[in-house]
């Protein structure tokens, strides 16, 4: 199977920083995956699709990069409403879609 | 805009069936070339798809829910529901439903889910 892995699990920040989390793939099977936010006791909030496509009404302090094993959304200057977790998601065939652990971005 | 909701019990006791289903509204079901998909999270942990289908019927499971998972479609009410048998305190969960976009580039597949339903909390205890 293949793992997506998140870096880092946990990311203390202040409002204004920049800030960047990784989505490693255990395997090149995909050049596309998608970035959600997750705010507590509310559904993912899709971000970026296809690495680096920005969903319709997402700041444009989100972006998305990446191909092969090794991706990163990166949050150019953080708000307060952007303390949430973010997970990564990729569809290697039709039967194996995985989710990243999730990176929980804090307060400093 | 399309909205889902998610209904069905909020208990269910071991070895049942959970039964959940998603309503779509603000569009049809059977427009737009989608997928429709159920995704869950148990309390504290990360996401975990479990099956897709699309308005024809065709259907996608995660191998490791396949044996108890059946994902089927009502395109006359616009819903979708998921049956998962035999279910466990480890089926304890948010379970989610979202619209599927699936796409093939130069023979890559890729997707996304959006949007999303609020999401319905299923416990499993006797």
């Known amino acids: 199977d293949i793992q997506l892995t998140q870096s880092p699990s946990f990311l203390s920040a202040s409002v204004g920083d920049r800030v960047t989390i990784t989505c490693r793939a255990s395997?090149?099977?995909?050049?596309?995956l998608a970035w959600y936010q997750q705010k507590p006791g509310k559904a993912p909030k899709l971000l970026i699709y296809?690495?680096?496509t920005l969903q319709s009404g997402v700041p444009s302090r989100f972006s998305g990069s990446g191909s092969g094993t090794e991706f990163t959304l990166t949050i150019s200057s953080l708000q307060p409403e952007d303390f949430a977790t973010y997970y990564c998601?990729?569809?290697?065939?039709?039967?194996?879609?995985?989710f990243g652990g999730g990176t929980k971005v804090e307060i400093k | 805009q399309v909205q889902l909701q998610e209904s069905g019990p909020g208990l269910v006791k071991p070895s049942q069936t959970l039964s959940l289903t998603c309503t779509v509204s603000?569009?049809?079901?059977?427009?737009?070339?989608?997928?429709w998909s159920w995704i869950r999270q148990p309390a504290g942990k990360g996401l975990e798809w479990i099956g897709r289908?699309?308005?024809?019927?065709?259907?996608n499971y995660n191998p490791s829910l396949k044996s108890r998972v059946t994902i089927s479609v009502d395109t006359s009410k616009n819903q979708f529901s998921l049956k998962l048998s035999s279910v466990t305190a480890a089926d304890t969960a948010v379970y989610y439903c979202?619209?599927?976009?699936?796409?093939?580039?130069?023979?890559?597949?890729?997707?996304?889910?959006?949007?999303w339903g609020q999401g319905t909390l299923v416990t499993v205890s006797s």
């Open positions: 998601q990729q569809l290697n065939s039709y039967l194996a879609l995985t």
């Open positions: 979202a619209r599927d976009k699936v796409v093939v580039v130069a023979a890559t597949l890729f997707n996304w889910f959006d949007p």
């Open positions: 395997q090149g099977i995909s050049s596309y």
């Open positions: 289908i699309y308005t024809s019927g065709s259907t």
């Open positions: 603000g569009g049809s079901i059977s427009s737009g070339s989608y997928y």
């Open positions: 296809a690495a680096s």
